[in-house]
């Protein structure tokens, strides 16, 4: 690899645990802590435990491999570089395709938490204030990687401290009713209610994946990279059971999961229920930088994987090209912020949730997967950790709806014959 088409380490460790944060706490935690409640009720707290486990089983393994092979590409280069071709392409080709749904989401988001602020019910402005959020932060990263890192650090502080009033002002309420709102604690068909909700709410997790899929720019690769990793989940874990625990405290579970599917802002209404002036906007403008800061950093995350994809050529070359002082994948910026901003003009977000929960736990058993064939002598941590997570994450993946996984399991083969013809033409030529 040459130097000129290498990217630069600019990212420390506090920019790589506001990286890791930037891109977990967002629509994960302002939506789909809601959806699994309104899956698994009052034990949804089970299932925000379980996903966390899973998640710093695959987040160990990710950081082991990022090590190892610090690279951007994340899964993508784990897989070429310890399995084979194939499985690498379907790691980056799931990455890219779950992802890119998931920016659209967290735009799309952003426009209804803005539209909810300004009491506007015009549905028809929802598209456009989307795609206006995408142009503007896809501009942002290209700016420049130490840019974008301000300006997520903001986005960062914003949302944490709309989170934190959340739990403090919400936490004497439900001591106050003594955890009334938690009974029954299971629902019907308990085992199958707690997967699903699991599943879904693992995919809350998963940007702490883009500390390793930014690798390559990250300062001093082996000790930055774990020591980040770690410290993101376990802030988030810590966030993620508190603020459920004070969203059900306050409106109970069932209000809670029905909010969530009527007007996806649970805990918005959560706590207008304070009896604070305000409360509810600032959790609104919590919401609102925390989908931006998501969209922020996939669109970050998302053009280093179609960059790395692209220096393979199982993407077209043009990709792979660097630009400006800061050597910043420009053109790969540009393609995965249009092809966010196509996928806002679906403007559904029902499915997406589900189809992100089935791709990404299928590209993190494949991070598992690479990280059992890491050479002993650059192990960091035991094998044993690696098959947790590998036989969790294909286990998971198949709670979700079955005609998800179906659709899933389809554009897996339509990517493999992608990268098949793809690199067939390119050797004909």
């Known amino acids: 690899m040459s130097s000129t088409n290498?990217?630069?380490?600019?990212?420390?460790?506090?920019?790589?645990?506001a990286l890791g944060l930037g891109s977990i706490i967002g629509t994960g935690?302002?939506?789909?802590?809601?959806?699994?409640?309104?899956?698994a009720g009052s034990s949804v707290i089970i299932a925000i435990a379980l996903a966390a486990g899973v998640?710093?089983?695959?987040?160990?393994?990710?950081?082991?491999?990022?090590?190892?092979?610090?690279?951007?590409?994340?899964?993508?280069?784990y897989g070429y570089r310890y399995l084979n071709p194939q499985l690498g392409f379907t790691a980056g080709w799931m990455f890219l395709l779950a992802k890119s749904a998931s920016a659209a989401t967290a735009a799309l988001g952003f426009a209804g938490y803005l539209l909810n602020v300004l009491g506007s019910e015009?549905?028809?402005?929802?598209?456009?204030?989307?795609?206006?959020?995408?142009?503007?932060?896809?501009?942002?990263?290209?700016?420049?990687?130490?840019?974008?890192?301000?300006?997520?650090?903001?986005?960062?502080?914003?949302?944490?401290?709309?989170?934190?009033?959340?739990?403090?002002a919400g936490f004497p309420i439900v001591l106050s009713t003594r955890f009334a709102n938690f009974t029954p604690f299971f629902p019907d068909q308990p085992i199958q209610a707690i997967l699903q909700a699991t599943a879904l709410i693992f995919v809350a997790y998963t940007g702490y994946g883009r500390i390793a899929t930014m690798g390559e720019e990250v300062q001093d690769p082996q000790r930055t990279i774990p020591r980040a990793m770690i410290v993101t989940l376990g802030i988030?874990?810590?966030l993620y059971l508190s603020v459920a625990v004070v969203g059900i405290g306050v409106i109970d579970a069932e209000v809670l999961g029905n909010v969530t599917n009527r007007q996806v802002a649970p805990l918005e209404i959560a706590a207008r229920s304070f009896g604070i002036p305000g409360?509810?906007?600032?959790?609104?403008v919590g919401a609102m930088t925390a989908?931006?800061?998501?969209?922020?950093?996939?669109?970050?995350?998302?053009?280093?994987?179609?960059?790395?994809?692209?220096?393979?050529?199982?993407?077209?070359?043009?990709?792979?090209?660097?630009?400006?002082?800061?050597?910043?994948?420009?053109?790969?910026?540009?393609?995965?912020?249009?092809?966010?901003?196509?996928?806002?003009?679906?403007?559904?977000?029902?499915?997406?949730?589900?189809?992100?929960?089935?791709s990404v736990l299928v590209y993190y058993a494949i991070t598992n997967f690479a990280a059992l064939r890491v050479p002993k002598r650059d192990r960091l941590y035991p094998k044993w950790i690696a098959w947790i997570g590998l036989f969790a994450?294909?286990?998971?993946a198949f709670w979700v709806e079955q005609q998800v996984w179906i659709i899933g399991l389809g554009l897996i083969v339509v990517g493999l014959l992608w990268q098949a013809l793809f690199r067939q033409s390119n050797q004909v030529t």
Request: aromatic letters at 6%; hydrophobic letters at 60%; proline letters at 2%.
């Open 55 to 77: 998640a710093i089983c695959n987040g160990l393994n990710s950081a082991q491999l990022a090590a190892s092979h610090p690279v951007s590409g994340g899964s993508y280069e």
């Open 393 to 396: 994450c294909l286990f998971l």
């Open 279 to 284: 409360g509810n906007l600032v959790l609104a």
């Open 6 to 17: 290498t990217l630069k380490r600019q990212i420390g460790l506090v920019g790589a645990i």
């Open 122 to 168: 015009n549905g028809a402005l929802l598209v456009p204030i989307a795609f206006s959020a995408i142009v503007i932060l896809t501009l942002v990263v290209l700016g420049g990687i130490r840019r974008s890192n301000v300006v997520n650090m903001v986005i960062v502080t914003i949302t944490l401290l709309s989170l934190l009033f959340f739990v403090l």
């Open 291 to 358: 989908t931006l800061g998501v969209l922020l950093n996939l669109i970050l995350g998302l053009s280093r994987v179609l960059f790395a994809m692209g220096r393979r050529r199982d993407m077209p070359g043009i990709v792979a090209r660097l630009s400006g002082s800061e050597a910043s994948p420009n053109i790969a910026i540009v393609v995965m912020g249009s092809a966010i901003a196509l996928l806002v003009f679906i403007g559904d977000v029902r499915v997406t949730w589900s189809f992100s929960a089935f």
């Open 236 to 238: 988030t874990m810590l």
């Open 29 to 39: 935690v302002f939506v789909s802590i809601g959806i699994a409640t309104g899956v």
